[in-house]
């Protein structure tokens, strides 16, 4: 199954998604209130006004999440090429929901930072309330996967030990457009998935999702041991290498750039590059 939110007039509300054109609209406001219902896979299966999806934007999956969790360094050959070992355990750091935008909105180039880059994620959506979970619980509580990229101003992010300040700039975040349910994945709720970004059709990133040090029932076991996750929270579970970061010399975006991610059977986030006006 795969589920969008869209912007209608002033309101958000959740689809179906039956082909790359058509819809369901299911009456719930967002991702997050969907999966809030216990009963929400027979809520996104049944029936409801149709659709057509080229009317519409997609909002933020989950427009008001109550945690974004972020894993960094989570993919070994992206490891390397920023020059550090392999972890014992997982990086964490988190985005707060002003950085979330829709899969085809503009990412915000801010003035105070000359070193933005591109991260392409699998992102992990929850759908079940979890408190330190086993790995059948952890499986049960993982709703689907999406695409986030975790836009970084590395400048920023350079400033301290802690990365918060580099990755929460306002409006910069893509998360979309799908989520996609495990049982339409290779993999199931460890999936197997290309993952790529390309700027200006130039591809930067193209890995698999199945090279993550980390999968997903690691990542929802580990975080569930200290944070009780909720349904609609988001795991971003790491890039893979080819950062602006990592190359010699450093690239990063600038004004215009177009930014696409994708990841095999989740579809595609294409969000340009705008400058703030001040």
Not at 69 to 96: D, Q, S
Not at 141 to 162: E, K, Y
Request: charged share 25%.
């Amino acid at each position: 199954m795969k589920l969008a939110t869209i912007r209608t007039v002033n309101l958000t509300t959740v689809v179906r998604v039956i082909d790359d054109e058509h819809g369901v609209d299911l009456g719930v406001a967002d991702i997050g209130e969907l999966l809030a219902d216990p009963d929400w896979v027979e809520r996104a299966a049944g029936d409801g006004p149709r659709v057509d999806l080229a009317d519409f934007d997609y909002a933020p999956l989950v427009t008001r999440p109550g945690k974004v969790v972020c894993v960094g360094l989570n993919y070994a050959n992206h490891i390397t090429e920023m020059g550090r070992e392999l972890p014992e355990h997982p990086t964490i750091f988190a985005k707060w929901t002003e950085t979330l935008i829709g899969a085809r909105d503009e990412i915000t180039l801010p003035p105070e930072s000359a070193e933005v880059d591109w991260e392409a994620e699998l992102a992990v959506v929850i759908g079940r309330s979890v408190r330190r979970a086993d790995e059948q619980q952890a499986t049960a509580a993982i709703a689907g996967f999406s695409i986030l990229n975790d836009v970084s101003m590395r400048d920023w992010q350079r400033r301290t030990p802690m990365w918060d300040q580099g990755k929460n700039f306002e409006h910069s975040t893509p998360l979309g457009p799908w989520l996609v349910t495990p049982e339409e994945l290779p993999g199931g709720v460890r999936p197997e998935l290309r993952i790529s970004c390309s700027v200006n059709d130039d591809v930067r990133q193209d890995d698999s999702t199945g090279d993550l040090v980390f999968d997903p029932i690691d990542l929802v076991r580990y975080v569930s041991t200290f944070v009780t996750l909720h349904p609609g929270d988001v795991i971003a579970t790491g890039t893979p290498g080819g950062v602006g970061a990592g190359r010699k010399p450093p690239v990063f975006l600038a004004d215009g750039d177009v930014v696409t991610t994708r990841i095999e059977q989740l579809g595609e986030c294409v969000n340009t590059v705008v400058a703030e006006r001040l």
